[in-house]
Every structure is written in structure tokens, then in C-alpha cells.
């Protein structure tokens, strides 16, 4: 019993330890989390996006577009990543259907829409704003334009369709480029 109690307490203090290290680490990187996750500086965006929990569809639908070696190679990008709700919120069924092999394609330009070449953190994006009077247009991977604008303080996209997506978390940088989360699937015409 002894021996078991003693075994017990050295796991829960190895588990306190490492907690404390990944605390420790998060705060020395002023990365946030997200979905629950920590995300390190050190690892590309797609090892960072497989731990976070509000990043599963957007995930499966990369691996579905096969553009995990693309997002995990030098970069940089800028991703602008939706959360899960933000496809949920999608027409019933449009999710279904772009992840169908035969919508590999349209499914890639989706994605690729919420990609920007380059390391635009949010004070790049803001500084570009201002530059051109309130509204930044950016070109993204899949070769159309976002808008980006600030509504107060918060940094808004605009896609080509006139859909709206709210950045709820910024600057969670990678490796190989940064993430700014948003509420929103943006579409490309």
C-alpha cells in the first residue's frame, strides 16, 4: 500500500510539474490558447491546429483537401482559421458536401481562401488598414481578395461575396507563419 500511495503522489507531482512547465512555456511564448490547447511557436501550424478543439473540421477538412504538407511547410502563412461553429453555421449540408472526394477541388479554394501569403500579424494588418483609409484588401492563396477593416477594435474580414467574419483571437504564432482565429467561413465568388 505504501508502495502504491508513493507511486501515486510521484505521478500527480510529475503531472503538476509538467503543467507547470506548459504554463510556464505559454507564458513566456504570450502565445494564447486555443480550443483548450497550447500553442508553441515552435511547431508549424499544423501541429498546433490537430490539438485544438475548436479547430477539428477545419483540420479534417485540410487532410480532405491535401493540404497538410502545404501548411506544414516553410511558409510563411497567414491563416485565418474558423472555428468549428463557424462551419456548423454553414447552409445544412454545404460541410458534407465539400469534404465528398469529388469536391476536392472546391473544397481546396475554400480553404485556400483563408490563407495569405506572408507573416501578417495583427499589427501589419491594422498598419495597412490605416494606410488605406479604413480598408486593406489582401490577396489570398486561392488568388481572390479579402477585405479587412476594423469595427472599433475588432479586426473584421470581408470576403468577395460581402460575407463578414469576426478575427475572435489574434496573432497565435507558428513556426511557419500565424493564425488568427475567426467566427466565420469566408467564401471566395
Do not use: C, W
Not at 512547465?21 to 497550447?38: E, I, L, R
Not at 506544414?72 to 454545404?94: C, E, H, R
Not at 480598408?135 to 481572390?144: H, I, L, M, P, Q
Amino acid at each position: 500500500m505504501k508502495k502504491y500511495t508513493l507511486s501515486l503522489m510521484f505521478a500527480i507531482g510529475m503531472f503538476v510539474l509538467g503543467s507547470v512547465t506548459a504554463s510556464a512555456q505559454m507564458m513566456k511564448s504570450d502565445n494564447p490558447m486555443v480550443g483548450g490547447a497550447a500553442m508553441f511557436k515552435t511547431k508549424d501550424i499544423i501541429d498546433n491546429a490537430v490539438n485544438s478543439a475548436d479547430h477539428t473540421t477545419l483540420v479534417a477538412a485540410v487532410k480532405a483537401a491535401g493540404l497538410v504538407d502545404t501548411l506544414k511547410s516553410k511558409g510563411p502563412f497567414t491563416v485565418f482559421a474558423p472555428v468549428n461553429s463557424a462551419f456548423t453555421a454553414l447552409p445544412a449540408g454545404t460541410v458534407d458536401m465539400l469534404l465528398l472526394p469529388e469536391n476536392k477541388v472546391m473544397l481546396s479554394k475554400v480553404l485556400t481562401y483563408h490563407v495569405v501569403a506572408g507573416n501578417m500579424d495583427s499589427k501589419k494588418i491594422a498598419k495597412a488598414i490605416k494606410k488605406g483609409n479604413g480598408r486593406a484588401t489582401f490577396t489570398t492563396v486561392s488568388g481572390d481578395t479579402l477585405t479587412a477593416s476594423m469595427n472599433g477594435s475588432v479586426l473584421v474580414l470581408t470576403d468577395e461575396k460581402g460575407g463578414m467574419s469576426r478575427v475572435t483571437i489574434a496573432n497565435v504564432r507558428q513556426s511557419n507563419g500565424v493564425i488568427h482565429v475567426v467566427d466565420t467561413v469566408l467564401m471566395p465568388n
